[in-house]
C-alpha cells in the first residue's frame, strides 16, 4: 500500500533554514509526482509546488518561489523540501502527497510535519 | 489564482441527517475539483476526484456534484466516524487551491 511517512517535528530560529523528508513506498516513487501542501490554522491549506521524481522537473506556487526548494533522491525514495530565511509566518504543519499520473491532483498524504519557527 | 469559497465553515447535525457541503469557484474549473477529509491529527483523506467520483474504500454515503464554479459534497445518512473538517481542492490550473475547510460535527 501507499505510504508516505514523513520527518519529525522541528523547532528553529528566525533566518535559519529546514529541510524535511518523505520518504515513500509501495509504489514507484520515479513515476509519480509529489507534491507540497502547508497548513496553517486559521490560514487553510496552500499548494507550496510539486516536483517530478524521474527527472527532478518542478513546479512551485509563485508565492513560495525562493522560500522552498524541492528535491528528491531517487536511490532512498525519499523526496525533501527546504525552507530558507524562515520567519513565524513560515511555522506550519507541511505535507507531502503523491500526485495521480492522469490528473496531478494530490490522492495519498504523509502524516504531516509540524515546523514551528521560534527563538 | 483560482480563489475556493467554502461554505459553511461549522456545520453541526445529528446522526443520520443528510450533510451538504458547499465549494464555489472564482471562475470555471471544468469539474476539476476534489473532496478530502481530515480527522483530527490525521493526514488528509480524499474522498471523491472531479466532482463525482468516490475513491476507492470511500462509503457510498459520501457523493459529490456540480459543474461551472458550483460544487457540492452531500453525506446521505451522517455517521459518528464522519466527524472531520472537510475541504476542496481545484486542480484545474496551477497553483492548485483550496477552500477554507468546513468543520463537522454531531449534535
Known amino acids: 500500500q501507499v505510504q508516505l511517512q514523513q520527518s519529525g517535528a522541528e523547532l528553529v530560529k528566525p533566518g535559519s533554514s529546514v529541510k524535511i523528508s518523505c520518504k515513500a513506498s509501495g509504489y514507484t516513487f520515479t513515476s509519480y509526482d509529489m507534491h507540497w501542501i502547508k497548513q496553517q490554522p486559521g490560514n487553510g491549506l496552500e499548494w507550496i509546488g510539486w516536483?517530478?521524481?524521474?527527472?527532478?522537473?518542478?513546479k512551485y506556487n509563485q508565492k513560495f518561489n525562493g522560500k522552498a526548494t524541492l528535491t528528491a533522491d531517487k536511490s532512498s525514495s525519499t523526496a525533501y523540501m527546504q525552507l530558507s530565511s524562515l520567519t513565524s509566518e513560515d511555522s506550519a504543519v507541511y505535507f507531502c502527497a503523491r500526485g495521480t499520473t492522469d490528473y496531478y491532483y494530490p490522492d495519498y498524504w504523509g502524516q504531516g510535519v509540524m515546523v514551528t519557527v521560534s527563538s | 489564482d483560482i480563489q475556493m469559497t467554502q461554505s459553511p465553515s461549522f456545520l453541526s447535525a445529528s446522526v443520520g441527517d443528510r450533510v451538504t457541503i458547499n465549494c464555489k469557484a472564482s471562475q470555471n474549473i471544468n469539474k476539476y475539483l476534489n473532496w478530502y477529509q481530515q480527522k483530527l491529527g490525521e493526514a488528509p483523506k480524499l474522498l471523491i476526484y472531479n466532482t463525482n467520483n468516490l475513491q476507492t474504500g470511500i462509503p457510498s454515503r459520501f457523493s459529490g456534484s456540480g459543474s461551472g464554479t458550483d460544487y457540492t459534497l452531500t453525506i446521505s445518512s451522517l455517521q459518528p466516524e464522519d466527524v472531520a473538517t472537510y475541504f476542496c481542492l481545484q486542480h484545474s490550473s496551477r497553483p492548485l487551491t483550496f477552500g477554507s475547510g468546513t468543520k463537522l460535527e454531531i449534535k
Open positions: 516536483i517530478y521524481p524521474g527527472n527532478g522537473n518542478t
